[in-house]
C-alpha cells in the first residue's frame, strides 16, 4: 500500500485528493487554524509519499537545506515586506482621514443621481491600499448618510462599495493573496498590476454598476438607525477637531505612487537598454519594497507628521496595523511549504499529466480549485495561497511567460471571492454594517461576490487567449 501511494500515478493522485481533503476537514470541521493545518497535512503528505527526514526538516548541520525552511523562507522572503508595507500604507491613509476626503469629493463631482457610482469608485481607489474589512468600518458611515438624504435603497449605495474592495482586495497588490500568489509562481507584480486592472475593472463595472443598481431597486432596506447614529455621531467629533484633513491630491498621489514606480520598473526592464543606468534607476524604484517603502515614507510625512501627528502616535498607529498581519503570514509560509512538498513529492508532474491527457486547461482547473476552496472553508487568502500551492507544480516545467503567469494568478484571486457564504467572516461584516437580514445578504452581496468572480475569471480566460 505504502509503496503504491509513493511511486505510482494513482497512487499519487490519491494522495493529493486525501490531502486537500484532510486540509479542508481539519479547518471546517475541527475549526484549525489554516496556518497549522497547511502545516501538518504538509508534513504527513512528505511522510506519506516517503520523502528522507533529512530533505523534509533537515540536520542540525544543515537545518537551513530543508524543505520545512526553503518553504517558508522562499515565499515569505518575497511578501513579506510587501504585505507589511502596504498595511501600514492603508493605515496612515485610513488614519489621516484620506478616505472620507475621496469620498466626499467624488459625491460632491458625480451628485447625487449618480452617488451609487461615486461610492462604486471610492471603494475601487481606496479598496488599493486598505484591506477589504477596513474599508467597509471607515467608509460604511458614508453609505450610511448618503442613503438616509437620498431616501432610497442601502442597497443602492452599499453594494458598489463593495463590489471596488472586493476587487482590489482580491486582484490588487499590495493584498496578500495576489502578492502571496506572485510569489509561488514568481510572477512580477508590475504584471499582476496591469492584469488586475484588466479583469477587475470590467468585474466591478457588471457587478458594482449594473448588478448594484438592479438590486437596489428591487430590494429596499432603510438605513438602519442606530448605525446612522453613531455616523453622525462621529462626523461630529470629527468635524470638530483641529487636525486639518489632507488634500485630495495628497491622498490620491501617495496611493498612486507604488503603482506608477512598480509599472515603471516592469515596463523598464522591456523597453530600456541592458546594462544602462537609466534601467538600473528604474530597476530599484520600481522594486515592489522600495516603491512601497517611498509611498509609506511620503504618507508619514504628508498625512502623518505634518498634519500634527507625534512620532509616538506614528509609531502606535504602525505597530497597531502590524499586529494582524502576523497570522496572514503564517498562513501565506504554510502554504509555500504545503506547495513545496507536492513538487518534491512528485505529486505535480503527476497531475499535469493527467490533466493534459484530459486536455483540461490550468486557468481553468486553477479555478476550479479556488472556488472549492472558496466555498468549502470561506477564506479569500486561503483559497488563494492553497491553490496556488496547488497549482505551482502544475506549471513549474511549463514555458509560460510572466503575463501568462500573471493571468493564472488571476484566475485563483477570481475563484477565492465566489459565492461569499455563512462560512465567510466577510459575509456577516457585510450584514451586520448594512443592516441586512442573512436572506437580504444571500441576494445581494453572495450574489455580488458570484458575478465578480465569473465576470474576472471570464476575462482572464479571454486574455490568455491573445497574451
Request: aromatic share 8%.
Amino acid at each position: 500500500m505504502i509503496d503504491w501511494l509513493q511511486h505510482s500515478t494513482g497512487g499519487l493522485l490519491t494522495l493529493s485528493g486525501l490531502s486537500i481533503a484532510l486540509l479542508l476537514l481539519m479547518i471546517i470541521r475541527w475549526k484549525v487554524e489554516p496556518f497549522i493545518a497547511l502545516l501538518i497535512v504538509g508534513l504527513l503528505v512528505a511522510l506519506a509519499a516517503g520523502l528522507p527526514v533529512e530533505t523534509l526538516v533537515g540536520s542540525a548541520q544543515k537545518a537551513s537545506d530543508s524543505l520545512l525552511e526553503k518553504g517558508f523562507g522562499g515565499i515569505l522572503g518575497h511578501v513579506a515586506a510587501i504585505i507589511g508595507l502596504g498595511t501600514l500604507l492603508g493605515a496612515i491613509l485610513e488614519a489621516s482621514g484620506g478616505a472620507e476626503v475621496l469620498t466626499r469629493s467624488l459625491l460632491k463631482a458625480f451628485g447625487e443621481n449618480r452617488a451609487p457610482l461615486a461610492m462604486g469608485l471610492a471603494g475601487l481607489i481606496f479598496g488599493v491600499p486598505v484591506f477589504f474589512d477596513i474599508g467597509i468600518f471607515v467608509l460604511a458611515p458614508l453609505v450610511y448618510v448618503a442613503a438616509k438624504q437620498s431616501g432610497r435603497s442601502i442597497v443602492l449605495y452599499a453594494m458598489p462599495l463593495l463590489a471596488g474592495l472586493s476587487v482590489m482586495h482580491a486582484f490588487m497588490p499590495p493584498h496578500p493573496g495576489p502578492v502571496a500568489a506572485a510569489g509561488l509562481l514568481g510572477v512580477e507584480l508590475g504584471w499582476i498590476i496591469i492584469m488586475a486592472l484588466a479583469v477587475a475593472t470590467p468585474a466591478w463595472f457588471v457587478g458594482g454598476v449594473l448588478f448594484s443598481a438592479w438590486a437596489g431597486k428591487r430590494l429596499v432596506v432603510p438605513v438602519p438607525e442606530e448605525m446612522l447614529a453613531a455616523a453622525e455621531k462621529m462626523r461630529g467629533e470629527g468635524s470638530s477637531s483641529s487636525r486639518s484633513e489632507p488634500p485630495l491630491s495628497q491622498v490620491l498621489g501617495i496611493i498612486a505612487v507604488p503603482l506608477v514606480l512598480i509599472l515603471a520598473g516592469t515596463f523598464g526592464s522591456i523597453l530600456l537598454p541592458k546594462g544602462s543606468v537609466t534601467l538600473g534607476v528604474f530597476a530599484f524604484l520600481g522594486t515592489p519594497a522600495v516603491a512601497l517603502t517611498i509611498a509609506v515614507l511620503l504618507a508619514f510625512w504628508l498625512l502623518g507628521y505634518r498634519r500634527g501627528m507625534t512620532r509616538a502616535q506614528v509609531t502606535e498607529l504602525s505597530g497597531a496595523s502590524l499586529r494582524p498581519v502576523a497570522m496572514i503570514l503564517l498562513v501565506v509560509g504554510a502554504g509555500g511549504f504545503f506547495g513545496a512538498v507536492l513538487s518534491a513529492t512528485g505529486v505535480g508532474k503527476v497531475l499535469a499529466s493527467s490533466l493534459a491527457d484530459v486536455g483540461l486547461p490550468v486557468i481553468a482547473l486553477s479555478y476550479v480549485i479556488s472556488c472549492g476552496m472558496r466555498i468549502a472553508q470561506g477564506s479569500a487568502t486561503v483559497a488563494i495561497v492553497t491553490t496556488t500551492g496547488i497549482v505551482a507544480p502544475l506549471v513549474a516545467d511549463l514555458d509560460y511567460s510572466q503575463p501568462q503567469l500573471a493571468l493564472l494568478v488571476m484566475s485563483i484571486a477570481a475563484g477565492s471571492i465566489i459565492a461569499s457564504h455563512v462560512n465567510d467572516g466577510g459575509f456577516w461584516i457585510v450584514s451586520r454594517y448594512f443592516g441586512l437580514s442573512v436572506k437580504e445578504t444571500l441576494q445581494t452581496w453572495t450574489v455580488l461576490e458570484t458575478i465578480l468572480s465569473v465576470v474576472g475569471f471570464v476575462m482572464a480566460a479571454l486574455l490568455s487567449l491573445v497574451v
